[in-house]
């Protein structure tokens, strides 16, 4: 059997990594301003995560969702401290994509409705209600285009007053920085009115913080930077450091049903004990604050560069927009370079490197940088 050829592959095998450098099968070492697409978040095979996961998975690796687990709950106490989120709830599952499904079900099993705003350039996953909320007809498969969704342009408040007024929206799901968009961020007096016209209405607000959350922004979520509260936050990628999870974080207006919810997988012994040793090391070595400090140095020495159009984002999320496709650009960073970065679209270079990120690292990479921009 072959494997189902959807994805372009680089012909780089990559066998180890360790902090933020990881090496192909010939001994190869490169820089990783990616992080695996912003999943790898204390940084790769951290000792104390590789001793917390070998030692769960030889004691219990998983067990199901019809017993106690006491990993789940002490993971839910956890975040809610560290986030800031203590009065929410937390439901467990595998992926970013799972997470919106749930958190969209459950705005619909709330209010009854079924209309959902999104944005222009939004990516929210590939399954059925995620996708349709994913600003990509070439994604969104027939079965999956059931018109739930409107499409309204980023900070644009008018068309979200407009949109809103109608009092028949059931959901608004908004990424705390648009990642697959290109780096959009949006504004703070735009989250701050779609916070109220959300109450307003009995729509519910749904951060989706699965790229920018988890401190990549330099605070635990982007959002925070608005001094706002979603009735709902959905996270994945750095949870875990590359284990599948995702969560949703649900506010107390929302009451559990036995039943309504539910999974095989989602918050499992070994998954739990991921992302427990990822926010033992998120707290003892502050990488949150590291973001934010590594993350402006970084933005600072990027535009100072000539041939940058414009430099976006916050903390360790950061995106550079070129006049010119970066293709060739990308290719060059990685083959005589060795940098693996990310891309957006045909012209915006994405960075998303783990947390861990060293001064001397970034510092390292705008070097790089510049021998191809030569
Ligand atoms: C903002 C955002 N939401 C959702 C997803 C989907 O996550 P997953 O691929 O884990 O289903 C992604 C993945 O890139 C994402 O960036």
Aim: hydrophobic content about 40%.
């Amino acid at each position: 059997m072959k494997l189902f050829d959807v994805y372009p592959l680089f012909d780089i095998n990559i066998v180890k990594g360790k902090g933020c450098r990881v090496w192909d099968d010939k001994g190869n070492e490169y820089l990783d301003l990616y992080g695996g697409h912003a999943v790898i978040s204390i940084g790769h095979a951290h000792p104390h995560y590789v001793e917390a996961v070998s030692r769960q998975v030889a004691t219990l690796g998983f067990y199901s969702n019809s017993v106690i687990n006491t990993l789940q709950q002490q993971l839910a106490e956890r975040l809610g401290t560290v986030c800031g989120y203590d009065d929410y709830t937390l439901f467990l599952i595998n992926s970013g994509a799972e997470a919106n499904e749930n958190a969209l079900k459950l705005a619909s099993f709330y209010n009854g409705r079924t209309r959902i705003l999104s944005f222009a350039k939004a990516f929210h996953g590939r399954t059925s209600l995620a996708v349709e909320a994913t600003d990509n007809p070439k994604i969104i498969a027939p079965i999956n285009n059931n018109h739930h969704v409107t499409y309204l342009p980023l900070n644009d408040m008018e068309a979200l007053r407009h949109e809103l007024a109608k009092g028949d929206v059931c959901a608004v799901i908004i990424e705390g920085i648009q990642g697959v968009g290109g780096i959009q961020m949006p504004t703070t007096e735009f989250l701050q009115e779609l916070r109220t016209l959300c109450t307003a209405q009995g729509t519910v607000l749904i951060l989706d913080e699965i790229q920018s959350g988890y401190g990549r922004s330099g605070r635990f979520f982007a959002h925070q930077y608005a001094d706002i509260r979603p009735d709902i936050i959905t996270v994945a990628k750095g949870i875990a450091n590359g284990f599948p999870m995702g969560g949703v974080l649900i506010s107390p207006m929302f009451t559990p049903v036995y039943g309504q919810l539910g999974t095989t997988f989602g918050g499992n012994h070994l998954a739990c004990a991921a992302a427990l040793a990822v926010l033992d090391v998120i707290e003892e070595e502050n990488l949150v604050e590291n973001a934010a400090q590594v993350g402006k140095h970084l933005m600072e020495e990027l535009r100072k560069l000539p041939h940058i159009k414009e430099v976006r984002g916050r903390g360790l999320m950061i995106g550079l927009e070129f006049a010119e496709p970066i293709k060739e650009l990308r290719n060059r960073l990685l083959h005589e370079q060795h940098v693996f970065t990310g891309a957006s679209g045909s012209n915006v270079l994405r960075l998303l490197p783990p947390l861990c990120l060293s001064i001397d690292e970034a510092v390292s990479f705008v070097e790089r940088l510049k021998k191809v921009l030569r």
